[in-house]
């Protein structure tokens, strides 16, 4: 590996390092509007850390290196872990008396927009505390968003949205121009939806803190909440239930088709396939388990569609949120729930999962070997939509659904070795990789979180989570020995 590479890796890393303990201000500021002690934790912690970023930011300045694959792997993974450290320094070091496992898992779960959490008393906790988990959140959805947009599809490893973005250029077209212009629209369509989403939430009854936490989670897909009831809190508050829906559906879109939208005023991007196909599975599934509960347990209809919607929307863009025990509702529900847990939005989004765009390639290679059984002389393009899916693309799909298939299973045998029952262990280990949030069953489930789960169980779902939110190949390649050589 060459030490020029390694060196700017650490420098890049080191100045989002800077910009992460400059945020940590923020709940400092809260804390000492609420009055709570816990601000000096994140004071001393934005010096320590930005101290730290500072000064090995001055010994690795370098030349930057081309970019290519082996900086691009490197960089993505680096950064990810250098955000996770450092999210978890006040958590470690705040009132709440977590392990540093616990602090970890915390951080991960935000930066990851994951939702899980071990923290128990959100209500009574320190409002510092929880506008750093909603930043680390938002925060976090920004990068995931950048990933799947600019960095991903350069490294051929998902971001199936960028090329759109790329075909509607035209040939006059500076590339640098266009990343900044970009980069600038998906910015500001970041933050619009933010603000509208707490405006939303805040004439919808929330207080104006909870509908600020609440907005950059939702809007982030991220699925923390400053109660531990989630939005079972807020009762049966149908218009906050929708206003969620709404925005957690928005947060799995893809942000390409927002910025076109925004920028060339195209709305011929609104038939991307993905859309359409993850549009249509929360439907069906919302509307199967809405009727299902109400035929079931005598909910009044628009109560239960309601619910339902909000969960399994929750789900399907993994973020997090509940605001009922829906494991209670039957064991149709159970099983739907498992298995949408497996399936998230599109990508370009914040939400996780196996995601929409594979399964449409998927289905296309499928039907078009069906076709090459009947006529295997004739010659057949996978497609999606208009554009013809390369051999690269294809591979790299099953390899992810391989890979995620094959860590779903490692991971819950190495739970199960741990003592975790059966339902426990597969769940858990799915919403991780997944980046989902809530399990299934009593304990990780949506009435509960993952508080009783020990340290090496933690680092291991820790793991799990940073391996789906970088799309699992990302990770993977670093393990072989011809990525160090040369």
């Not at 001393?44 to 730290?52: E, Q």
């Not at 347990?297 to 399994?312: K, R």
Request: glycine share 10%.
């Amino acid at each position: 590996m060459n030490s020029n590479l390694l060196r700017a890796v650490l420098y890049i890393a080191s100045i989002f390092g800077l910009y992460m303990a400059t945020a940590m201000f923020v709940p400092a500021m809260a804390d000492l509007y609420y009055g709570n002690s816990d601000w000096a934790v994140f004071a001393i912690s934005g010096f320590m850390c930005g101290g730290l970023a500072l000064a090995c930011a001055f010994a690795t300045r370098a030349p930057m290196p081309t970019f290519n694959k082996r900086f691009g792997f490197l960089l993505v993974n680096v950064l990810w872990l250098v955000f996770s450290l450092i999210g978890a320094v006040p958590l470690y070091l705040s009132e709440l008396n977590l392990t540093f496992g616990q602090a970890l898992f915390e951080s991960v779960s935000a930066i990851t927009t994951t939702g899980s959490t071990v923290i128990t008393g959100l209500d009574k906790a320190p409002q510092g505390i929880l506008i750093w988990r909603s930043l680390l959140c938002w925060l976090g959805g920004i990068g995931i968003v950048a990933l799947g947009l600019f960095i991903l599809p350069l490294l051929r490893v998902g971001g199936m949205t960028f090329f759109r973005m790329e075909s509607s250029d035209t040939a006059n077209d500076r590339p640098f121009a266009r990343l900044a212009s970009f980069t600038k629209a998906f910015v500001g369509i970041y933050v619009v939806m933010t603000l509208a989403c707490t405006i939303a939430f805040d004439f919808a009854g929330m207080t104006h803190f909870d509908a600020l936490n609440h907005a950059m989670s939702a809007v982030a897909t991220g699925g923390f909440s400053t109660h531990d009831a989630s939005f079972a809190f807020f009762g049966d508050n149908v218009a906050l239930l929708w206003i969620a829906t709404f925005f957690l559906i928005l947060g799995s879109l893809p942000f390409s088709v927002m910025i076109l939208l925004a920028l060339r005023g195209r709305l011929d991007i609104l038939y991307d396939p993905q859309i359409r196909v993850f549009i249509g599975y929360l439907c069906a599934i919302s509307l199967a388990v809405g009727i299902y509960h109400h035929m079931t347990n005598g909910v009044p209809l628009d109560i239960a569609l309601s619910h339902s919607f909000f969960n399994m929307t929750s789900i399907l863009s993994t973020g997090g949120f509940a605001s009922d025990d829906y494991t209670l509702w039957g064991p149709f529900v159970v099983v739907v729930a498992l298995f949408a847990t497996f399936m998230g939005g599109c990508s370009g989004s914040t939400a996780g999962g196996i995601k929409a765009y594979r399964f449409v390639i998927i289905y296309n290679v499928v039907k078009t070997g069906l076709k090459k059984l009947l006529y295997p002389d004739a010659v057949y393009s996978v497609r999606y939509g208009a554009q013809v899916v390369d051999v690269e693309t294809i591979r790299n799909v099953f390899l992810f659904l391989s890979c995620f298939i094959a860590l779903w299973i490692g991971g819950s045998l190495v739970m199960s070795a741990m003592g975790y029952d059966l339902l426990t262990a597969t769940s858990a280990v799915a919403t991780s990789l997944a980046n989902v949030g809530p399990g299934i069953g009593p304990i990780i489930g949506p009435a509960g979180n993952f508080s009783t789960i020990s340290d090496p169980a933690l680092y291991l779902l820790s793991l799990m989570m940073l391996l789906g939110r970088l799309e699992i190949l990302t990770v993977l390649v670093l393990l072989m020995p011809l990525f160090w050589r040369g």
